[in-house]
C-alpha cells in the first residue's frame, strides 16, 4: 500500500513538474533584465556553461544568474527553445546601429543592421547589400564559415563606418 502511494506521487511529481514536450510553444522567460541586449534560444542539452562557452565566455556566469534571474543556481531549469539573456548594456559589443536581439561579438563600428526573417539566406543578404561573405562574417563573428547558421529575428551587421566606435 505504502509503496503504491509512493509511486503514484513519484508519478504525479514526474507528470506535473516536467518540461512540456510537445503541443506547447515555449517563450521567452520572463524576468530578462530591463537592459538586455542580446538574447539565445536554448537548445537541446545546454547548461550555463555551455551557452558561455557558445559566446567565447564575454560574461561570467554570476553575469547570466544576474541577467536571467529564473535560472536557478544549478542551471536545470533551462528548456529547448526558451530564450535567455547573453548580454546588457553593451557587454556583447552590440553597437548602437543594431536593435536586439543581436549576436554576442558583432563590430563595433557597424552601422548597418539587417533583421532576419524567414526565406533568408546569406547570398541574399550579401547580394542586397553589396558586401562580401569575408566581410559578412568578420562584422559578425557568430557566424559559421558556410554561413549556414543565420538565426531569425536576429539582426546581422550588413556595413561598417571607417572608425571604431
Known amino acids: 500500500?505504502?509503496?503504491?502511494?509512493?509511486?503514484?506521487?513519484?508519478?504525479?511529481?514526474?507528470?506535473?513538474?516536467?518540461?512540456?514536450?510537445?503541443?506547447?510553444?515555449?517563450?521567452?522567460?520572463?524576468?530578462?533584465?530591463?537592459?538586455?541586449?542580446?538574447?539565445?534560444?536554448?537548445?537541446?542539452?545546454?547548461?550555463?556553461?555551455?551557452?558561455?562557452?557558445?559566446?567565447?565566455?564575454?560574461f561570467t556566469l554570476d553575469e547570466f544568474y544576474s541577467w536571467n534571474p529564473q535560472v536557478n543556481s544549478f542551471c536545470s531549469n533551462l528548456y529547448p527553445g526558451e530564450v535567455v539573456c547573453v548580454g546588457v548594456g553593451n557587454s556583447t559589443g552590440a553597437p548602437p546601429a543594431c536593435p536586439v536581439p543581436v549576436k554576442a561579438g558583432l563590430?563595433?563600428?557597424?552601422?548597418?543592421?539587417?533583421?532576419?526573417?524567414s526565406g533568408d539566406s546569406c547570398d541574399a543578404i550579401l547580394t542586397s547589400n553589396n558586401i562580401s561573405l569575408t566581410e559578412f562574417r568578420a562584422w559578425n563573428p557568430d557566424l559559421n564559415?558556410?554561413?549556414?547558421?543565420?538565426?531569425?529575428?536576429?539582426n546581422y551587421c550588413v556595413g561598417v563606418s571607417d572608425t571604431i566606435a
Do not use: W
Request: charged share 15%.
Open 107 to 117: 563590430i563595433g563600428n557597424c552601422d548597418s543592421c539587417y533583421k532576419v526573417v
Open 145 to 154: 564559415s558556410g554561413c549556414t547558421n543565420l538565426e531569425i529575428g536576429y
Open 1 to 58: 500500500m505504502l509503496a503504491q502511494a509512493l509511486l503514484s506521487i513519484v508519478g504525479f511529481a514526474a507528470h506535473g513538474f516536467a518540461a512540456p514536450t510537445t503541443g506547447f510553444d515555449l517563450v521567452a522567460r520572463q524576468g530578462y533584465d530591463a537592459n538586455c541586449t542580446a538574447t539565445y534560444t536554448v537548445q537541446s542539452g545546454d547548461v550555463c556553461n555551455k551557452i558561455r562557452d557558445h559566446f567565447n565566455d564575454v
